[in-house]
């Protein structure tokens, strides 16, 4: 089940409001001592997370499947990039970091439980059940914190954001589990930075561009890339060929990522590293001419990079690139995870 994006808490109707966690979208299949981890697109996650297989026996009843989140918690709070480190194909190296840096599964809904399919019940009745069959008892294992309080959720909405929190879910109460359906509502952060453009990504028909790659500059005058802005309509994509075809020409002459264009087999977060979730997916890029500034809206900012990918709002032809640095994004201070776990218990 899916949700719509807005940018305030919803009040009308009867909600239920619940952090949105920023981790992986995981569905939990339990079958006596089998347990499969499903993504929210049907891939296997088993295998990169052997460290809950056994809380998850322990947690949850015997014939259970269960709608969560797979998220890494640190003293800062979450750490998503700690999380997409354990997409790794050697099984040695998921069981080192599976050590060093265990995974925790925060649960939100009951979708079937023994023989019983609670897909159609309405969710107020999912999550009464599901409050009675989790044992929060056990570390790493937690039933996500509800409210129904709409003020609270705005609360929760503004103090987590340092914690890692993605922003706020809002669930009808009466509503049944409908797959694919966006018929909850996540409420997000959003807010814009001037960025340079230094180069984009063809879309994939081919015919247009389909994502500018964006940098910042550090105090030390390195420029860092930072994400993407894309998501444009097939118009958009034509007419952003010819407005950045004049910044093509010797692109790579002096460019700051210049030995990143030309590696063969990049190492590190760059441009062109190969997807974490798609092996086959291309990553190769066309340099422009360190000379425009874009304008985007962001939600949050995670380990120097925006967390998802941002969304063009205009190119800003009064600004210089020079002046598209680390310091214009504002900072949020770190929260402490377990006060909204007690705030929710009191």
Request: proline letters at 5%.
């Amino acid at each position: 089940m899916l949700a719509k994006a807005v940018h305030e808490v919803p009040r009308a109707g009867d909600l239920r409001y619940e952090p949105k966690w920023d981790g992986f979208r995981c569905i939990v299949f339990r079958d006596g001592d089998e347990v499969e981890l499903g993504s929210r697109n049907d891939r296997p996650l088993t295998r990169y997370f052997p460290e809950l297989i056994d809380l998850i026996k322990d947690a949850l009843p015997e014939r259970c499947v269960v709608d969560g989140e797979i998220v890494i918690v640190t003293a800062r709070g979450l750490d998503f990039d700690s999380l997409q480190l354990r997409l790794h194909p050697a099984a040695s190296r998921v069981r080192k970091l599976a050590a060093e840096t265990p995974a925790s599964l925060v649960v939100f809904d009951l979708l079937a439980l023994g023989d019983r399919d609670l897909m159609n019940e309405p969710f107020g009745q999912r999550r009464r059940l599901l409050e009675g069959v989790v044992d929060t008892r056990l570390a790493r294992v937690h039933l996500t914190p509800m409210t129904e309080d709409a003020e609270v959720a705005e609360d929760w909405f503004n103090r987590f954001e340092g914690a890692g929190f993605d922003g706020v879910m809002a669930k009808p109460a009466d509503e049944p589990y409908q797959q694919d359906r966006r018929v909850m509502w996540k409420v997000k952060h959003e807010r814009t930075a001037d960025c340079v453009v230094a180069g984009f990504r063809w879309h994939k028909d081919g015919k247009g561009v389909g994502s500018l790659l964006l940098g910042l500059y550090d105090e030390d005058g390195t420029l860092h890339h930072v994400g993407v802005a894309s998501s444009f309509t097939a118009a958009r994509r034509r007419e952003l060929v010819g407005e950045l075809e004049p910044l093509r020409h010797n692109a790579l002459d002096g460019h700051p990522w210049r030995d990143w264009a030309e590696a063969e087999a990049p190492a590190g977060r760059m441009p062109g590293m190969q997807s974490r979730w798609n092996a086959q997916k291309d990553l190769s890029w066309e340099p422009l001419r360190i000379e425009r500034v874009a304008e985007v809206r962001y939600e949050h900012v995670q380990s120097g990079r925006f967390r998802h990918g941002t969304r063009l709002a205009r190119f800003r032809p009064d600004r210089q690139p020079e002046s598209c640095t680390y310091g214009q994004l504002e900072e949020v201070a770190p929260a402490e995870l377990a006060a909204l776990f007690e705030e929710a218990r009191s």
